[in-house]
């Protein structure tokens, strides 16, 4: 079924948005744009805070998902199942399951969501949702490697946000204050 699907986005194809898929899956090719983001968050001291724990999550994001999760499933990609679609990318020499893109990519939305980073996290979400959808439309990625990207990103989002919140909190501590959480 999850072929029939992928067979269905590539009836989509046109130059034009074989084009913008490729730009657009570019973005998160390693996790760049996210990193990026995480360096110019944490050298604006406003936002350290949000690129400390962007930081943290895509770390945790990066040794969960192509640390250990691609080689615990290794799932082989729609591109070596069904050889006869021309690949608009280079062929990823990796597993497929999870989409490292879109856990990244949704690792990062979670983080800045969890940092109240208001219009940050909205603009991630589309860029991770057209990522996400990229990697379907250029066949590297079944449905539910999509879906466990996503759902894996969460949680490293989640996991990043609240390791901040233990620091702070312990950090607090030893300054005898009173905590209060600001994720």
């Not at 029939?4 to 046109?14: M, T, Y």
């Not at 996210?34 to 930081?55: D, E, M, N």
Request: with cysteine; hydrophobic share 50%.
């Amino acid at each position: 079924m999850e072929l029939q699907i992928l067979d269905w986005i590539q009836k989509l194809r046109s130059p034009g948005l074989d084009f913008l898929m490729v730009q657009i899956t570019r973005l998160g090719d390693k996790g760049m744009i996210w990193l990026a983001l995480a360096v110019i968050l944490l050298i604006i001291p406003k936002t350290r805070k949000s690129g400390v724990v962007l930081t943290v999550a895509l770390t945790i994001d990066i040794l969960l998902c192509n640390g250990i999760l691609k080689h615990l499933f290794a799932r082989i990609r729609p591109c070596d199942v069904n050889q006869t679609i021309q690949l608009l990318v280079p062929r990823p020499d990796d597993f497929s399951f999870p989409s490292g893109h879109t856990a990244a990519s949704f690792c990062a939305v979670t983080a800045l969501y969890l940092c109240r980073e208001k219009i940050l996290w909205k603009v991630s979400f589309v860029v991770a949702i057209l990522i996400a959808f990229s990697r379907m439309y250029l066949y590297v990625h079944y449905p539910t490697d999509i879906l466990g990207g996503i759902l894996f990103g969460i949680c490293a989002g989640a996991l990043g946000g609240l390791l901040w919140h233990i620091y702070e909190q312990k950090r607090a501590q030893r300054k005898g204050e009173i905590y209060k959480c600001q994720l």
